[in-house]
Nanobody
Framework: QVQLVESGGGLVQAGDSLRLSCAAS????????MGWFRRSPGKEREFVAG????????YYSDSVKGRFTLSRDSAKNTLYLQMNSLKPEDTAVYYC????????????????WGQGTQVTVSS
């Protein structure tokens, strides 16, 4: 099993920045892909960004490309999502996820999930 714990959410104004963290524990050696998803009220959970853990290749949704950046600390098994130039439409609960296979954007393929952290961007 893998446990994921997110932190770093909060209430900010449009244009501000936030950094989310996701600390992984347990059978972390089995993780091949980690990602961030988000769910806004009334919407489906959507892919935000992902990383292939062994090689470090990163992937972003079009809606956040150029504004959000993934980074990691392999020694701490921690994934970070730096979010800049935040917009009100970025308001959502952000979830960290992990799985044992290659990178995909489908949430159904991720076996491990954190509890989520709320990000609210006011206009």
């Amino acid at each position: 099993q893998v446990q994921l714990v997110e932190s770093g959410g909060g209430l900010v104004q449009a244009g501000d920045s936030l950094r989310l963290s996701c600390a992984a524990s347990g059978r972390t050696f089995s993780i091949y892909t980690m990602g961030w998803f988000r769910r806004s009220p009334g919407k489906e959970r959507e892919f935000v960004a992902g990383i292939s853990w062994p090689g470090g290749s990163t992937y972003y949704s079009d809606s956040v490309k150029g504004r959000f950046t993934l980074s990691r600390d392999s020694a701490k098994n921690t994934l970070y999502l730096q979010m800049n130039s935040l917009k009100p439409e970025d308001t959502a609960v952000y979830y960290c996820a992990a799985q044992n296979g290659g990178f995909v954007t489908s949430a159904t393929r991720y076996a491990y999930w954190g509890q989520g952290t709320q990000v609210t961007v006011s206009s």
